[in-house]
């Protein structure tokens, strides 16, 4: 029986879903793109996904969601000679341990940093994001470009759709990463993975993802997101 067409829910705006799109790319997989608003509640929606969130991967009639649980299911679900994971136990490894480090050291502090309105918050979670970014760049392979050596995979995946909108934060709360030597590593990294097809392929207009951030950034943003950083607690 051959298998079915895969289908990937997604949204434009959201950077989550993003790791997803981006490793169907990668993977060269011949997938059904549908756009889905994740606001959405209703029990069709809550029939893919019991959680009701974004990315969902329908394939041969199963969900699969989480978005970096997404990213190794199309790793091992459409295996190819482009391998998001790689071969070698350590190194397979030590991209979970960074992925998990991206989800837990780096997105809530981006995400603290962007939606608090205080100061003094404010500047304590760009502090700890700038030394979460020092410590992932001293993490990287050399000579690079990417995080584990010439090839995308599973870590730059991870990031990938928030260094790619790091104009976010620089618009609305004036900052940059420092161009300076201990960060040169990083910025050959962030560029390598901006300009990599699979990822170009799924960026915004700027103008629009701005406008999309403007209620986070002024703090009106109305989601679960919103809210988790509001109460210090778990980013979905």
């Not at 989480?66 to 030590?94: F, G």
Request: glycine residues 4%; contains cysteine.
């Amino acid at each position: 029986m051959a298998e079915s067409k895969p289908k990937l829910y997604c949204a434009w705006f959201c950077p989550f879903a993003h790791r997803a799109w981006i490793s169907m790319l990668a993977k060269g997989v011949d997938f059904e793109y549908i756009e889905q608003d994740p606001y959405n509640k209703s029990a069709e929606w809550l029939a893919v996904n019991p959680r009701g969130l974004i990315p969902v991967i329908v394939h041969n009639a199963k969900s699969v969601y989480e978005s970096h649980v997404c990213i190794e299911y199309i790793d091992e679900a459409w295996p190819s000679e482009q391998s998001l994971l790689p071969k070698d136990p350590y190194q397979r490894a030590k991209a979970r341990m960074w992925g998990d480090f991206i989800s837990k050291k780096i997105i809530p502090p981006y995400y603290r940093f962007l939606l608090k309105q205080s100061p003094e918050i404010q500047n304590e979670a760009r502090e700890q994001f700038l030394a979460a970014i020092l410590e992932f760049t001293k993490a990287m392979d050399e000579p690079g470009p990417f995080f584990q050596g010439m090839e995308l995979g599973y870590v730059d995946i991870m990031f990938a759709p928030w260094a790619c909108r790091m104009y976010i934060l620089e618009h609305y709360r004036g900052f940059e990463i420092p161009q300076t030597d201990e960060f040169r590593r990083y910025h050959v990294w962030a560029e390598a993975v901006k300009n990599h097809p699979s990822v170009k392929a799924v960026l915004q207009d700027k103008d629009r993802v701005l406008a999309n951030a403007k209620p986070y950034a002024e703090g009106n943003a109305k989601s679960e997101l919103a809210d988790a950083v509001r109460k210090d607690t778990t980013i979905p």
